[in-house]
């Protein structure tokens, strides 16, 4: 059974930081492209970070860029995101999810597996 599970969501103030983990079993982890997805009340899901299985390569929503950092231990079935300056429009339920192909990174139809989710709300 393939498993994916969010954790390390919460509610934080303006400025400060979370770092959200996945910890995914019940497929080769090593070999998947993954990425973070998220949604806010009343929009579509969006595309925020991706990375190759060997980490090398990653690509991020404008938004997010020199604030958002994606990485993975592929020893540990591990996938993170670390959220610095949080601001009040980073608020969304946020989502792990896994594709094999490593199809455009922002399609959310091109993700063969997805976690349940955590939620990140950033409020004074």
């Known amino acids: 059974e393939v498993q994916l599970v969010e954790s390390g969501g919460g509610l934080v103030q303006p400025g400060g930081s979370l770092r959200l983990s996945c910890v995914v079993s019940?497929?080769?982890?090593?070999?998947?492209?993954m990425a973070w997805f998220r949604q806010a009340p009343g929009k579509e899901r969006e595309g925020v970070a991706s990375?190759?299985?060997?980490?090398?390569?990653?690509h991020y929503h404008d938004s997010v860029k020199g604030r958002f950092t994606i990485s993975r231990d592929n020893a540990k079935n591990t996938l993170s995101l670390q959220m610095d300056s949080l601001k009040p429009e980073d608020t969304a339920m946020y989502y792990c999810?896994?594709?094999?192909?490593?199809?455009?990174?922002?399609?959310?139809?091109?993700?063969?597996?997805w976690g349940q989710g955590t939620q990140v709300t950033v409020s004074s």
């Open positions: 999810a896994g594709q094999t192909y490593g199809r455009t990174w922002r399609v959310e139809s091109n993700y063969d597996y």
């Open positions: 019940g497929f080769t982890f090593g070999r998947k492209y």
């Open positions: 990375i190759s299985p060997d980490g090398d390569t990653t």
